[in-house]
T-cell receptor
Framework: AQSVTQLGSHVSVSEGALVLLRCNYS??????LFWYVQYPNQGLQLLLK??????LVKGINGFEAEFKKSETSFHLTKPSAHMSDAAEYFCAVSGGTSYGKLTFGQGTILTVHP | DTGVSQDPRHKITKRGQNVTFRCDPI?????LYWYRQTLGQGPEFLTY????????KSRLLSDRFSAERPKGSFSTLEIQRTEQGDSAMYLCASSPGGGTGVPGNTIYFGEGSWLTVV
């Protein structure tokens, strides 16, 4: 079975500062990994995904994530936060018997201060 | 591409009543998913269809829940005899066949249907 742990349910940064949202996964098979963003009262939008190609993945809105197998991590970063980045972010894993569907972490709420 | 649409967006119902949610996937997608999300939690998988066939159901999907996709297009999720614990957002999603098992595929989510049971 696959699982995801997101470290930190809330992260607060200043506008222009580095954004780092942490995600660690557990999977008995090579995983596919995803980051989704959810704005209030809306569904989820895909930011980026890792599917065993390049370990550094670039996504929309200036976000990127690096797959580190040795650390079982897939942390999300953005060099400079913008007010519009304030949202909830979910890391998700797919793999093994659950190929084809997603297992999500608990989410991290990002707050951006002016 | 009009995206995944869900109806209604909000539903308030009394405990014990039945409710039904509808999902229209992206038209060329033959895989359709239902997830449930409660406040402060990530989405939890409920079930998915490949065309009209329901291929997997989570243990979360009690016998009060039933999902259908009769013609392989839209889907309905019915909750019978609602309980307060059913209050959540129900998310529908769709993808091309194989879901995330195919590297190039993406699962696209609708905006969700909020259920409040009073």
């Amino acid at each position: 079975a696959q699982s995801v742990t997101q470290l930190g349910s809330h992260v607060s940064v200043s506008e222009g500062a580095l954004v780092l949202l942490r995600c660690n996964y557990s999977s008995s098979v090579p995983p596919y990994l995803f980051w989704y963003v959810q704005y209030p009262n809306q569904g989820l939008q895909l930011l980026l995904k890792y599917t065993s190609a390049a370990t550094l993945v670039k996504g929309i809105n200036g976000f990127e994530a690096e797959f580190k197998k040795s650390e079982t991590s897939f942390h999300l970063t953005k060099p400079s936060a913008h007010m519009s980045d304030a949202a909830e972010y979910f890391c998700a894993v797919s793999g093994g018997t659950s190929y084809g569907k997603l297992t999500f972490g608990q989410g991290t709420i990002l707050t951006v201060h002016p | 591409d009009t995206g995944v649409s869900q109806d209604p967006r909000h539903k308030i119902t009394k405990r014990g009543q039945n409710v039904t949610f509808r999902c229209d996937p992206i038209s060329e997608h033959n895989r359709l998913y239902w997830y449930r999300q409660t406040l402060g939690q990530g989405p939890e998988f409920l079930t998915y269809f490949q065309n009209e066939a329901q291929l997997e159901k989570s243990r979360l999907l009690s016998d009060r829940f039933s999902a259908e996709r009769p013609k392989g297009s839209f889907s309905t999720l019915e909750i019978q005899r609602t309980e307060q614990g059913d209050s959540a957002m129900y998310l529908c999603a769709s993808s091309p066949g194989g879901g995330t098992g195919v590297p190039g595929n993406t699962i696209y989510f609708g905006e969700g249907s909020w259920l409040t049971v009073v």
